[in-house]
């Protein structure tokens, strides 16, 4: 049996949980959410993540009423320098080699600041400021860097909860084990989407339809087509979250006359455990795979030679597009290296005994027979790699942080290209995020958000924005779809 709504949210990640959410608050009553994933795959990529949200902001003391980790006393020996509208706009056109829509990129920065106050407010997001991740001490104060502060109590888990708890709270229905299978059309309007629920087709009728069904990052079929073959090597390209993202939303909407725009070769890929499992996160260890600390040491590959620029800029500012260069790596893999002036400096999350297997030697010869046993193939170079790096006489830049390894103990990890989510995706109207055809018209009743929105990021990204893309995009589609009903648009 059809049965209408009000709203059909394509995908329960953050972006879709933010969509549904505003819907309602607009005015939609009944508003459902179509789930690809079974209930223990519950918030797509956005369950992996840090938590991070990267605003605009007035510095600590516009920060300080929205967080709920820091006390007065505490507060008087924090930095967090304010970050404008421009700085973010900057990073984002700076990272993306001025290929970014300026308008898109515009509007994601300027209601970024309102739409983490929504989610603070609204959705109840438990904000903190993330000490752990963003802040190192200097002289006694804990001094935030790369533009990002803000992180969420317990990372993308308790995002994930805060979202489920606002959907419930508003009586939003979430249909697990029910993918969307394609659009339902009448003319050039999207009235609906036909999903698949317990082996049967069924249609749905909406009077708007949110795309928030993520990218293509989770198919090898999609991902060779687009990003090329190595992206298709068995074992050397690990997904970092849910293997549900297999471009689904795109096709669907291509198949009805979308616009598919942006950087189609580019993607977010980081350094990742390279014994993780290959095809989809775990949900324990979740984001503690990821391996930042490159900036602090070196990275070498299997022949024991440098190959990128570990400290170009801070770790926000590089670490999306290192996996790629990993990836383009003999057989797809690197090691990261430091001494024992700066382990203590690493990220316990990541680099904790538990979490990841740790190589260490007393020396730097006894390192280099150890990683001989892991893979290195030239323990020649890599000792020439080290010596040189160390007497600066450089082939390849070290920026920033260019400090000596040279204090036992040496510490090393094995890393591999782990892909987050791909750049290519639709064409939007940044005001309200309405899919555009093909022609560059509005498709009628069909909105987008998050990851499968296209031409935001090209080839990098500063860490931090997809989550508060998928809220600022959501809350647009969401507003838009209850005033489309509110203007009698009903599901025909
Ligand atoms: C390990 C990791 C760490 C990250 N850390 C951060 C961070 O700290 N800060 C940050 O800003 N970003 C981070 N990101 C990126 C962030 O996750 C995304 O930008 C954001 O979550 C995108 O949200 P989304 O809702 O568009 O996609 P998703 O959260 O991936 O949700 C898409 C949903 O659509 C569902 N779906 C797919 N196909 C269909 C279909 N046919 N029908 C119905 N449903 C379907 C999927 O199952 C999934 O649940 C991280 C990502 C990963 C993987």
């Given at each position: 049996m059809t049965r209408t709504f009000d709203c059909i949210v394509v995908g329960g990640g953050h972006a879709g949980a933010s969509a549904a959410i505003a819907a309602v608050e607009a005015g939609c009553k009944d508003v459902l959410i179509v789930e690809k994933?079974?209930?223990?795959?519950?918030?797509?990529n956005g369950y992996f993540t840090a938590g991070a949200h990267r605003t605009v902001h007035a510095g600590l003391a516009d920060l300080l009423p929205i967080v709920?980790?820091?006390t007065a006393e505490q507060a008087e020996k924090i930095d967090v320098a304010p970050y404008t509208a421009d700085e973010f706009i900057g990073d984002i056109m700076r990272l993306g080699e001025n290929k970014p829509n300026a308008e898109l990129v515009q509007a994601l920065v300027e209601n970024s600041r309102d739409a983490i106050r929504w989610l603070a407010e609204t959705v109840e997001v438990p904000f903190i400021l993330a000490f752990h991740r963003q802040a190192y001490e200097v002289d006694g104060r804990q001094k935030f860097l790369g533009g990002l502060a803000l992180s969420v109590q317990d990372g993308g888990k308790g995002l994930i909860r805060a979202d489920l708890r606002a959907l419930q709270k508003r009586g939003v229905e979430l249909w697990f084990?029910?993918?969307?299978?394609r659009l339902a059309t009448e003319g050039s309007a999207v009235t609906g989407v036909v999903v698949r629920k317990s082996g049967e087709e069924v249609l749905l009728k909406a009077s708007a339809v949110i795309l928030a069904?993520?990218?293509?990052?989770?198919?090898r079929e999609l991902r060779m087509k687009?990003?090329?073959?190595?992206?298709?090597?068995l074992g050397w390209?690990?997904?970092?979250?849910?293997?549900?993202?297999?471009?689904d939303g795109i096709l669907m909407a291509q198949a009805i006359g979308a616009k598919l725009v942006g950087d189609w070769r580019g993607c977010h890929s980081t350094c990742w455990d390279a014994n993780a499992p290959t095809d989809a996160g775990n949900r324990e260890l979740s984001n503690q795979f990821?391996?930042?600390?490159?900036p602090l040491g070196i990275m070498v590959n299997i022949n024991g030679e440098r190959f990128v620029d570990?400290?170009?800029?801070f770790r926000n500012y590089t670490y999306a597009k290192i996996g790629k260069q990993i990836l383009s790596q003999p057989e797809g893999c690197a090691f990261q290296l430091w001494d024992?002036?700066?382990?203590?400096?690493?990220r316990r999350e990541e680099y904790g005994d538990d979490v990841v297997q740790k190589i260490t030697a007393s020396t730097i010869e006894k390192l280099a027979d150890r990683l001989m046993d892991e893979g290195l193939q030239d323990k020649e170079n890599f000792l020439r790699t080290v010596h040189e790096y160390n007497d600066a006489s450089?082939?390849?830049?070290?920026?920033?942080?260019?400090?000596?390894?040279?204090?036992?103990p040496f510490l090393a990890v094995k890393v591999a290209c782990g892909i987050t989510f791909t750049f290519g995706g639709l064409a939007i109207d940044?005001?309200?995020g309405v899919v555009l055809s093909e022609s560059g018209d509005v498709i009628q009743g069909l909105f987008c958000t998050g990851?499968?929105?296209?031409?935001?990021?090209?080839n990098n990204y500063p860490g931090g924005s997809g989550l508060t893309a998928g809220t600022v995009f959501g809350m647009k589609a969401g507003r838009a779809a209850a005033a489309r009903l509110a203007s009698g648009k009903d599901a025909a």
């Open positions: 994933a079974p209930e223990e795959w519950v918030g797509g709920t980790n820091v084990d029910t993918p969307a299978v069904c993520g990218g293509y990052e989770s198919s687009y990003l090329g073959p190595d992206w298709n090597m390209v690990f997904v970092r979250g849910t293997p549900y993202n297999t471009g990821t391996k930042s600390g490159y570990e400290g170009q800029d024992a002036k700066v382990i203590p400096q690493l450089l082939t390849t830049a070290k920026s920033n942080w260019a400090i000596s390894i040279d204090k036992g940044p005001g309200t990851e499968m929105i296209g031409d935001l990021y090209y």
